[in-house]
């Protein structure tokens, strides 16, 4: 019999050393890990700006150049989509003031305006009044580059003025000259 029962403890030990390759491969294999690594899932995740998609009713944009007001564009409605450097507008109303010898107001019924590139695109029944002059172009297309300060109609173009209608293909005005280029078919009715 043994006397001591604490002189047992040392064979607690012993034993788990004699008996592990009975116990050490069920045990490492329950203990590793599963499913694989992914190296990605250990890297922080980059943080994305969520694209604010808006909708507003009766809006104004005002392009500038040098602190001096040249366009004031008016829209029933404008929102974007997708993309919050693209500004779609419905029934637009724009005035060129940037010249002081005489406003040109634009009307459209749809409209796009490219914030980042300061492009402005009207489509849908263009139509360009000059009121001192009594001049009206009609386009289904007009195009606005603020940094060539050109006015593009891409597609057919129609002024009419007192004595005159002109048709054409296409038109290019350019602010900085105020000179027209038209091309395509130029047919001048006086």
Known sequence: MIRNPRNLLWLV??????????WQPPLAAFLTPRGGYNPKLAQPQEETTPIQNFILDTVAITMTTNGKE???IDAD???TLGNDHEIEMEEVSAMYIGTEKEPINIESRKGLYLV???????????KVVKP????????????????D???V??????ILSPGMK???????????????????RVKVNL
């Open 153 to 158: 109609s891409p597609g057919k173009v129609t």
């Open 13 to 22: 030990p012993l034993l788990l050393f004699v008996t592990s390759p009975l």
């Open 149 to 151: 300060k050109m006015l």
């Open 70 to 72: 040249e366009w004031q």
């Open 116 to 126: 980042n590139k300061r492009h402005l695109v009207l489509t849908d029944h263009v």
């Open 132 to 147: 001192t002059k009594n001049q009206v172009m009609l386009s289904e297309r007009l195009e606005y580059d603020d940094a």
């Open 166 to 184: 002109l048709n054409a293909g296409r038109m290019d005005y350019d602010f900085s000259t105020e000179g027209f280029e038209f091309s395509d």
């Open 77 to 79: 409605r404008a929102y």
